[in-house]
């Protein structure tokens, strides 16, 4: 036998190792119980890392946001400032995580929160949404006693911060979601009168109008992603089928003739008088059509009115003009930014100074004014809020009713949120299956 | 990996197999020697170049996608530690009633397979033209080669300019020959194959380089031959150049696939975010959304040993074949 008998070829040595690894992944995988709890102490050496960590920057306060646009990027160095107005002593870190909208800001906060390295707090929404946080929130109850934001904030925001029976956030603003917004140019050509539509279908014959009268878009959709549409269905239901029947759609007790209708008038608009190209263009470039004059009508979140402002020479009253989504008056579809309050917190004094500040009149001003949105307190003074956020303002005090949105996080958890977005996706987004649709809705909510 | 070591050594290394070690004739038992004997004489001395990266790419990739393994055997849902008490194949047989999962399984498989065999076609050619001693040759080389350069991020955003239903350049060169508006993103039917065009531009351009390297590595002697022969041109390449670039199109056809499945940059990209368009869902974006957006790990990790099971059905072979012609 000689030496190089012996020896392993490289190949062989390859082979060996391929067999090993196999002979590896079967021992792991038969060996379950062991390995599982191995997997399981080290995610907790993770949470040790992780309080470690927090040991050495105990009390910089860090905030997570995703406003790094625009107006979101204003306001939130509006924020900021007020924020060191008021607490000239804290160690603070603003960290803005923008694209897709929430989308990367939420994968950096799920990864954080489940390394156990949570962030002071991060902006989210409150209501069902806190449910995907369940078990890594902490309480905030102690901020909104000694500041009395019970008294101050409407019951729906009272509600909708807490969490198995305790606060987990503090909301800083709001945006509205059903309205309309329409070109004054565009629907005096028509011969529309906008504030004469108070139902679904007198707007679908308002959009009729606009087609026959006119060139412009009747309504013009930005459906790159799902979400426009599934706000746009939240919006139609209220208005057409009432309050009751949209809030048993949110409890999980939908009635599916509702649903159903709502779907019906839903194909009527998207399959006639929308524009073209509307499932390859977003939000930014279908609110460009109504600035420029090609299209007379948007459903959209206010924060479309953001862009307005923007705008040059396009003035409210003047150029471009609100009205509630037809058959929802009275009501004040509501949306909230808030900030959530993790546990294991890594400045909780810092952190509730913070969370203090964001409930006061001095921040809701500072942000709201530049974001589009208005203060969560009905107590605050409007003076410096344009006249569309002051209108905005009293329909929020006075509505009658202020029934949670349903794609941004308050009306369904985010789960049952991706489902029926799932379902709009493969099944309503042209070409417009209302069957399926209704099915899947009601499948999405009713569980 | 993880094999035990013998409780006799004095020394830290672990000794592989024991059996071999004894049969030292020599005064002293020495297990370096062993070592040294048994893979090759600098196994000891060299490992400390080799053993740290082998350590850390055991733990981290190896042992990450065991990890996966498991997490996907869990229910696995939220925040929290997952409870490994209790496996079973419960993810899986939820992902095969999730229509949602088998369309996008379905439209990974048609990327994968539609998208490589085009490209490869499509850089053959490419290769074949630029090899018949054209003027510009490495101009024309760099310019099918750029796009391959450019991130998915620039390209994904200019193929959404590209196939814009009123302004892109491919609606204005329709429309002006006559034809109607195509909506490439917005037409479940077609958005897929919109999206393999635009890999396939990206990607031609690597094939005919690795094309191009198998075409020069050809001997004259063959051409000149089959010349001598009376073959045709296209005769020529087909019975005599193209079965030898077998080795050239497996391994283009290799990195091609993991591209196809690495498409998810591309259509996160085109839409910003998470949901490609209706008819373009692939396991990747399925993957990230289950993660991120429901926090259902289990179930998101069920679908990323789908997905690396499907690699490894492409590479495995591949390492095979190497293996069996001795380039392992």
Known sequence: ?447 | MTRNTDTGDDSGDAVTDGGVAEDGQRSGFSPVAALNERFGSDFVESSQFWLPPFLLVGLFVYGAIIWNLLISLTDFTGFGTPDYSDLDLQMYSRALADSGFVDAAINTFILLVGFTLVTLALGLGLAILIDRNIRFENTFRTIYLLPMSLSFVVTAQFWAWMFNFNNGVINIVITSLGLGRVDWIGNPDIVLWAVMFALMWQFAGYAMVVFLAGLRAIPNEHYEAAKVDGASTVRMYWRVIIPQLKGSTISASVVLMVFALKAFDFLYSLVGGYRPPNGADILATKMVREAYANLNWAYASAVAITLFVMTLGIVGPYLYYQYNRGNL
């Not at chain 1, 979140?301 to 058959?327: I, Q, V």
């Open chain 1, 1 to 447: 036998m000689t030496n190089q008998d012996k020896r392993l070829s490289r190949r062989h040595f390859v082979g060996a190792t391929g067999a090993a690894t196999l002979a590896g992944l079967a021992g792991c995988s038969g060996g379950n119980g062991g390995d599982g709890s191995d997997g399981g102490d080290g995610s907790d050496g993770g949470d040790g890392d992780g309080s470690d960590g927090d040991g050495g920057s105990d009390n910089t306060l860090e905030v997570l946001h995703a406003w790094t646009g625009g107006d979101g990027a204003r306001a939130a160095e509006a924020l900021v400032a007020a924020f060191e107005e008021e607490y000239p002593d804290v160690d603070h870190e603003f960290n803005p995580i923008g694209g897709g909208g929430n989308q990367n800001l939420d994968a950096v906060v799920a990864n954080r929160l489940q390394n156990g390295d949570p962030p002071s707090s991060f902006a989210n929404w409150p209501g069902p949404n806190l449910q995907r946080y369940e078990g890594v929130l902490g309480e905030v109850g102690g901020v909104w006693e000694s500041e009395g934001f019970e008294d101050v904030m409407v019951d729906e925001a009272v509600d909708l911060h807490q969490y198995n029976g305790a606060y987990r956030a503090v909301p800083l603003g709001s945006h509205r979601l059903n309205c309309l917004f329409y070109n004054t140019s565009v629907v005096e050509e028509a011969g529309v009168d906008p504030d004469s539509l108070t139902s679904v279908s007198a707007l679908i014959d308002a959009l009729e109008t606009v087609q026959s009268e006119t060139d412009a878009i009747p309504m013009t959709h930005g459906a790159s992603g799902t979400w426009t549409t599934t706000q746009l269905f939240a919006s139609t239901m209220l208005g057409q089928e009432g309050y009751d029947a949209y809030m048993s759609f949110l409890d999980g007790s939908p009635d599916e003739a509702a649903v159903r209708a709502t779907f019906e008038s839903l194909a009527e608009i998207l399959g006639n008088y929308i524009n073209e190209d509307a499932s390859s263009i977003g939000l930014t470039e279908s609110n460009q059509n109504i600035i420029e004059g090609n299209a007379a009508f948007i459903h959209q979140g206010n924060w479309a009115a953001g862009a307005y402002r923007n705008a040059e020479d396009f003035n409210y009253d003047e150029d471009w003009g609100f009205k509630t989504y037809p058959g929802s008056e009275g009501m004040y579809m509501l949306h909230f930014d808030s900030f959530l309050y993790p546990s294991d917190n890594p400045s909780p004094e810092a952190t509730e100074q913070f969370m203090a500040f964001a409930g006061s009149e001095a921040a809701q001003v500072a942000f709201n004014q530049y974001k589009g949105s208005i203060p969560t307190r009905t107590d605050v003074d409007m003076s410096q809020f344009g006249p569309y956020l002051q209108e905005t303002q009293e329909d929020f005090a006075s509505a009658d009713q202020r029934p949670p949105n349903l794609q941004h996080g308050l009306g369904v958890p985010s789960e049952t949120m991706t489902s029926l977005n799932d379902v709009i996706s493969s099944e309503f987004s042209g070409p417009y299956d209302v069957d399926a649709a209704t099915q899947g809705f009601v499948d999405a909510v009713s569980n």
